[in-house]
């Protein structure tokens, strides 16, 4: 029995047969997001095996419900159907893409990819706290040969890395990322050195080292999170060791951060950053909920959602202006510090090995970095044998800052144990997007830091919403990108706004 047609959105009876044979699909992707949600907060410690062994299960049920030959005959028959809307083709581009993919990679290199990376994640930890690569590298050597097979079962046009970057963001290929990083590399560096002899950000701030109380923190992060307008009626806030969005319907968005106990300003910006994701989901099309167009267009759109509120937003003199006050109450030392002090200390430039905690100035060489080892490591033209040194000499090269071990290095980052190649370069799409928001909102909103400063977020939430939230991934990442913003992923933005921010805004302070 097909779903009821939703007027305007779901119409055709291709569609809502569909839809209705999707539901049992959402419904497994919606408990198993729980279950990951539950993992990082609540679960026991010793229930990871038994919940690895159900996930484990419940994932490979869901791709035998994808690949379900009732389902892909109605897919392949709606691909054929004319007058369909926007809505009703995103469904089909989606489910389409997901078929694809689930039918191209053999379902040994599926399991074996899953049973190593569980014994790789296990290895990269002891590998990580000893900062010995050799420990790590016979399993990257076993992922990276799966996923150069991957690569060619998926196949590409250009460059073996394009199969496994589509994975991660759909149609994106490497000469799109060539032509970002040849526009952005050089006046990052540039912008660098001239923020350096500038000395208006500082490399360090004494606010870094001062201790918080945690209860504290706690509310300042709620009270910041209201500021912004996260309806507690449809999330959360929790607390782990890696903070991330989890949405498990239009109306169940739940966030995660944490707390340090000193250097406020990570998990306050950790806390913002993960609203920026959140509202995406939060303010998708409610009419779309339990459908394959109900979440976020990609990872690249997400992360430029996440990458506004936290950099453009929150690391902004009208932000920092905004929450002076409540800081002040909640936490007290921040008094001695005047809102320019404050916003020196969020915005500080210091370059620094490790990815997760350098600046904004900065991240995109991390990720270009891993962007030129990934592609090498695909082609062949890099060996695992020699991915710590050439790690170290291109973060001297790039960055200015030579690892001072494995673990600071090559170590740092968990993704390559989760199999994850081709996910780096997201981020930087993120941050080329988020610029790209900022502009936008620029023209659009009238004096949009003045509705910053007077804490007017509703305006800028529903900017958002209007141009790019309520979609859902109707459409294909560039194509939204195009219609959202006027035109498709443009990294001058990007130049844009760090030499506005780093270079000119100063001045004005
Ligand atoms: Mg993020």
Redesign the pocket.
């Known amino acids: 029995m097909p779903l009821k047609p939703v007027p305007g959105v779901f119409e055709n009876p291709v569609i809502l047969e569909i839809l209705e044979r999707y539901r049992v699909i959402w419904a497994l992707g919606h408990a198993m997001g729980l279950m990951s949600w539950d993992s990082e907060t609540y679960m026991p410690p010793k229930g990871v095996e038994e919940r690895a062994l159900a996930s484990g299960e419940l994932a490979r049920l869901r791709q035998k419900l994808i690949l379900d030959p009732e389902l892909v005959k109605l897919v392949e028959k709606a691909e054929r159907l004319e007058g369909l809307n926007d809505y009703e083709r995103g469904v089909v581009r989606v489910l389409s893409r997901a078929i694809r993919i689930a039918r191209s990679i053999p379902p040994e290199l599926v399991a074996e990819e899953a049973r190593i990376s569980q014994e790789a994640r296990e290895a990269w930890r002891r590998a990580r706290s000893e900062s010995d690569f050799s420990k790590f590298k016979p399993y990257l050597e076993r992922i990276v040969e799966i996923e150069r097979k991957k690569a060619e079962h998926l196949g590409y046009e250009d460059h073996p890395y394009d199969a496994l970057l589509d994975l991660y963001e759909e149609g994106l290929r490497v000469k799109d990322m060539d032509a970002y990083f040849d526009r952005i590399i050089p006046t990052i560096r540039s912008t660098f050195e001239k923020v350096r002899r500038e000395g208006f950000y500082p490399e360090r701030h004494p606010l870094e080292e001062v201790r918080y109380d945690v209860k504290a923190m706690e509310r300042v992060n709620r009270a910041v999170l209201d500021m912004l307008g996260y309806p507690w009626d449809r999330g959360r806030l929790d607390v782990s060791a890696h903070p991330f969005t989890i949405e498990l319907g239009v109306n169940d968005v739940r966030i995660t951060t944490r707390y340090e106990g000193f250097d406020f300003r990570r998990a306050l910006f950790s806390t913002v950053?993960e609203f920026g994701?959140a509202l995406y989901e939060l303010q998708v099309d409610e009419r779309l909920k339990a459908t394959p167009i109900a979440g976020g267009a990609s990872m690249g759109v997400h992360?430029s959602q996440?990458r506004f509120w936290e950099n453009v937003i929150g690391r902004s003199p009208a932000f920092t202006s905004r929450i002076k006050g409540l800081l002040d109450e909640n936490l007290g030392f921040t008094r001695d510090y005047d809102p320019v002090e404050l916003y020196r200390y969020f915005a500080l430039v210091r370059p620094i090995p490790i990815r997760v905690d350098s600046d904004e100035l900065t991240y995109n060489l991390h990720i270009y970095l891993r962007y030129e080892l990934e592609k090498g490591l695909i082609t062949g033209e890099v060996k695992v044998d020699d991915l710590p040194s050439l790690w170290n000499d291109m973060s001297e090269e790039l960055i200015g800052v030579r690892p001072k071990n494995d673990a600071e290095g090559v170590l740092q980052d968990i993704h390559w144990s989760l199999a994850a190649i081709g996910y780096f370069p997201t981020y930087t799409l993120g941050n080329l997007i988020a610029a790209m928001v900022w502009k936008a909102a620029d023209a659009h909103l009238k004096g949009f830091y003045t509705l910053v400063e007077e804490g007017r977020f509703d305006a800028i939430r529903e900017f958002l919403r209007e141009k790019i939230h309520r979609w859902g991934s109707t459409y294909e990442p560039k194509v939204l990108v195009e219609k959202a913003l006027g035109e498709p992923v443009n990294p001058e933005r990007f130049n844009e706004y760090i030499t506005w921010k780093y270079l000119d805004l100063p001045r004005k302070l």
């Open positions: 950053h994701h992360e996440s």
